[in-house]
């Protein structure tokens, strides 16, 4: 049976994919940073543990825990868990931008750092993160999320060359819309950290927390979160997994425009649908 080790399965596409694999025979461990969303996970059989990105303890007790029920080998790590901290560069404070990093790319790369010996020393094992449409393209209002996505793609593609010839395959998923708990989680972040009264972008911020409070939360395009169920599947189940995944028509229409466009043709683009 193989294992795997899937982050931020509170809900979400975390929760999707640790059900998914689950039904077709993997070993899943689903980390969680809550120990009160264990009960539906645990309910359909699978092992839960606690996982806090923020927390490098936390990281490593997670680790130990899994190898020890697994005898010390691992299959898969999907990297997913993360937030989305809204608001205009200019006012992010440092804080704010570092709980973004520790999160979203401090946490990934050091549980990533921990489970590779495993896998180096068995000959095998996949790598998947769950990155972004914003690893790639970047939007307005969105810095600190997309510095932070951008820093994977960059961390993901160094490590899947420093890892040829050892059997690990590193894979990026780039999804745009799914749905999810992002938005309203990433709503939370923007009220505790930004000030739009006293910002030079409350009219724009004014437009957001319309869109944050509208009752048609969906956005365009969305799409379910078994469509990053099935790319997980590829990239786990493929004798040659994918260097990339893309998920949703934004995803592939922006990845197109990127190849063929300029950059300032682009960035006319991305302002105005950002």
């Keep these: 049976m193989r294992s795997i080790l899937i982050t931020g399965c509170s809900s979400g596409i975390g929760e999707c994919v640790a059900l998914g694999l689950h039904l077709r025979g993997y070993r899943v461990f689903a980390a969680v940073r809550n120990k009160n969303d264990r009960a539906s ?18 990281i490593k007790v997670a680790v130990e ?8 080998q691992l299959y898969g790590l999907f ?3 993360a937030y ?39 000959g095998y094992g996949r790598i998947i993160q769950n990155s972004s449409v914003l690893g790639f393209a970047a939007m307005s209002m969105r810095g600190a999320y997309n510095a932070s996505k951008f820093a994977i793609e ?5 490590l899947r060359l420093e890892l ?16 999810s708990q992002f938005r309203a989680n990433a709503y939370e972040s923007f009220k505790k950290n930004i000030d739009v009264d006293r910002s030079v972008h409350r009219e724009r911020y ?9 009752t048609r939360s969906l956005q365009p395009f969305t799409l379910p979160p078994n469509a990053v169920l099935n790319r997980v599947v590829h990239a786990l189940e493929s004798n040659r997994p994918k260097i990339r995944y893309p998920v949703t028509f934004p995803t592939y229409l922006f990845g197109w425009l990127k190849r063929i466009m300029s950059h300032r043709m682009l960035d006319w683009i991305l302002y105005r649908v950002g």
């Design 164 to 179: 040829t010839g050892t059997g690990i395959f590193v894979s990026l998923i780039e999804p745009g819309p799914i749905e």
């Design 41 to 58: 996970l645990e309910a359909a059989g699978i092992e839960c543990l606690l996982l806090d990105y923020s927390d490098s303890n936390s």
């Design 65 to 72: 825990q899994v190898l020890e029920k697994t005898g010390g």
């Design 84 to 122: 989305g901290q809204p608001g205009a560069c200019e006012d992010l404070s440092r804080c704010a931008i570092r709980e973004q990093f520790e999160v979203n790319v401090f946490g990934w790369m050091e549980l990533t750092n921990l489970v590779i010996p495993t896998m180096r020393a068995q």
């Design 79 to 81: 990297n997913n868990g």
């Design 154 to 158: 960059g961390f993901s593609d160094t």
């Design 206 to 214: 004014y437009k957001m927390i319309e869109r944050f409070e509208a």
